[in-house]
């Protein structure tokens, strides 16, 4: 279900915006708006959409729209032209129009927003930060109790409950905003820069702790960040904005290995295309590997020494390595690669990280095998794979 939709939305700061929208409707560009009506286009005819439970990430350069057009989400800032619709309930609210009372509704219920600089109040205490949206939505004293002790402990914060910002961390200020932002069960989470401003092995954390929560909790996150590598690990779709425009919205594996234009191009140049691409991207098909004597044994490396033998419907029935059968596992999450017992090959579905493909074959010395959820060959992901990967 989608949650969020952006209908061809301009945002335009400066004296006369209608103005600009003419000038915009007549082709000109930005600057030349800018140079001859002092209006600023931060954001034109944006349009995508965010479905229920997905974090989306928007990114770009400063200055490039993307703080401007989350805040479109919640009427900090009010699109000039277009329409920002939200899912509240069985109905599709449009922020660009709504009157206050559908606004009021939408930031009480529906959106919470967790800002770069926290955004705590320093006379109160971290039990109260936390509590405040509630309080404003008028939920009773003891209501708020439970549920402030339930976002702290999930934030593993609840020792803390009495002190005040003052005396935390950079890092554990940032989660109390988190806290407070869960406390109103928002359906919608905002988040505009929220680990920036920390330390990288804080920032890292944090992003790992979100990804957990995200885990349970479900939420529709949209997520600001200039930061690639972070919006590759935490960006189900990542939207990348250049001088106010969408160039371009997918997978972290759209955009590392189809770049829509030079900009992104120059995003992804100098990063590592394993942090985005899952095995599917560049595993060779079973189609594609060799048979031995013309059989139903697939050889699964370039040396012919990893063999998989498969039934006449394409179902995994054996690997052998040098002749030696191999027991087989199937990956977990949670899985100790250190401790996988020797003689045992990992099986792997084509949604599997690469990164993990890599320090499989680097743990075992062999080939990672996908298979779909009926244990049916796919193709295979090995160091002939992995180099292509590296060094495409």
Known sequence: MTAIRFENVDVIFGPSPDHAIEMINQGHGKDDIFSKTQNIVAVHDASFSIETGEICVLMGLSGSGKSTLLRCLNGLVKATRGNVFVRHGLKDINVATCDRKEL??????????????????????????????????????????????????????????????????????????????????????LMDEPFSALDPLIRDHLQDELLHLQSNLKKTIVFVSHDLDEALKLGSRIAIMESGNLVQVGTPEDIVSQPANEYVKKFVASMNPLKALRCAALMRFVEELPSVNGSSIKALDKDKRCLCHLSE??????????????????????????????????????????????????????????VDHENHLLGVVGAQEIFRGILA
């Not at 959106?111 to 320093?122: E, H, K, R, Y």
């Not at 702290?152 to 002190?163: G, I």
């Open 313 to 370: 419907k394409g179902d995994l029935q054996q690997i052998t390595t040098d002749g030696s059968p191999l027991e087989t596992i199937s990956f977990q999450e949670d899985m100790d690669i250190n401790t996988i017992p020797r003689h045992t090959i990992v099986l792997a579905g084509r949604n599997t990280p690469m990164r993990v493909a890599v320090e499989m074959n680097y743990a075992t010395g062999l080939p990672m095998p996908i």
């Open 104 to 189: 009021h509704l939408l930031r009480t219920e529906c959106i919470s927003m967790v800002f770069q600089q926290f955004a705590l109040m320093p006379w109160r205490t971290i039990r109260e930060n936390v509590s405040y949206g509630l309080e404003v939505a008028g939920v009773s004293k003891k209501e708020r109790g439970q549920i402030v002790e339930e976002k702290l402990s999930m934030v593993q914060l609840s020792e803390w409950a009495d002190q005040y910002p003052s005396d935390l961390s950079g890092g554990m200020q940032q989660r109390v905003g988190l806290a407070r932002a869960l406390a109103t069960d928002a359906e919608i989470l």
